[in-house]
């Protein structure tokens, strides 16, 4: 409980400051950037669609996190502006280990509705997002919270495989050329075997096999300051696995996260993230992640010479 009050109590800071942002520009007379052609915010995917002919690539990470360097990669590109494929990298939440640690995933999304902005009407697009059993293990200093409270837990080592199949619902109303909001919800299906931990005397113990489904939500503003920059405040739940207090057993659940920063375009279709994230199972502010990355859009379909109906 303690936790999640000093989540709500970061995100609302993080909010404020977005707010006293938001302010500043609120005057000012700007003219948006062509298209913020990419299909999500921070994390979370958003109601838009590549256009068709569109690769995107995103390039990045999160630093001064609690276990050292997280990376990700993604490959995007748009099909016929009904459809979109996404390879990349994703990471699994868990506190059994002191960093996240990386899977890869491919996704297929589809235009639900494509809404008319005239109206308000949202742009809602459905995501199937899967992986294929995934090794996850780590030993020593990469074990954190229960595993290694006070050094005496007892646990030397975890090795287990994953697999995770998502399904979102996403939806983004343009509310104005400046303001958009989106949010959604999504149905995570967690599984996991070979489930194995080895003690300080390096006995080994195996434990059951886990399957559930869990059902969150994520919503995010994204408001445009002026004519090269949007900021972002991304607040979300997403998967977590983790040990019981008494490290006897492991469980599924989930946890909250909030984000907030800025996407900043310096050419039309390159854009560069940087923000802040927060995830309810830190201890406190110095465990907050500075997340940077690279965005970065190519209009295959131009360069072929192929035209767009």
């Given amino acids: 409980m303690r936790k999640s009050k000093e989540t709500i109590l970061y995100t609302l800071l993080f909010a404020a400051v977005l707010a006293i942002s938001l302010n500043a520009y609120a005057e000012e007379e700007t003219e948006a950037v062509k298209d913020n052609y990419f299909s999500r915010m921070f994390i979370a995917p958003t109601g838009r669609m590549l256009p068709s002919g569109i690769v995107g690539l995103s390039f990045g990470g999160a630093f001064a996190t609690q276990g050292g360097k997280e990376y990700l990669g993604l490959f995007s590109i748009g099909l016929g502006g009904v459809a979109e494929l996404e390879v990349s990298t994703a990471h699994l939440v868990s506190n059994v280990f002191s960093s996240s640690k990386w899977i890869g995933t491919t996704a297929l999304k589809f ?136 490290m006897e057993k492991m469980h599924i659940g989930q946890l909250w996260y909030s984000m907030v920063g800025v996407r900043f375009f310096f050419r039309e279709m390159t854009a560069v993230d940087a923000g802040i994230k927060y995830r309810s199972d830190y201890s406190g502010l110095a465990d907050a992640e500075i997340v940077v990355g690279l965005n970065i859009g190519i209009d295959i379909a131009k360069e072929v010479g192929v035209k767009r109906r």
Avoid at 127 to 135: E, L
Avoid at 139 to 155: K, M, Q, R, V, Y
Avoid at 159 to 171: G, N, P, Q, V, W
Avoid at 224 to 236: A, C, D
């Fill in 111 to 246: 235009t639900v509705y494509n809404g008319k902005p005239e109206t308000m009407l949202p742009k809602v697009m459905l995501a199937f997002r899967s992986n294929r059993w995934s090794s996850i293990e780590g030993s020593g200093s990469d074990l954190a919270g229960p595993a290694d409270e006070d050094g005496n837990s007892g646990i030397y080592s975890v090795d287990f495989k994953t697999h995770i199949t998502s399904l979102y619902l996403s939806a983004t109303s343009e509310l104005s050329p400046k303001l958009s909001v989106s949010g959604g919800l999504v149905w995570h299906d967690v599984r996991t075997k070979d489930l194995w931990y080895y003690s300080n005397n390096y006995q080994p113990t195996e434990l059951e096999d886990m399957k559930k489904s869990v059902v969150g939500a994520f919503c995010g503003v994204e408001n445009l300051l002026n004519p090269t920059t949007y900021s972002i405040l991304e607040v979300g739940l997403i998967p977590e696995i983790r040990f019981d207090e008494k």
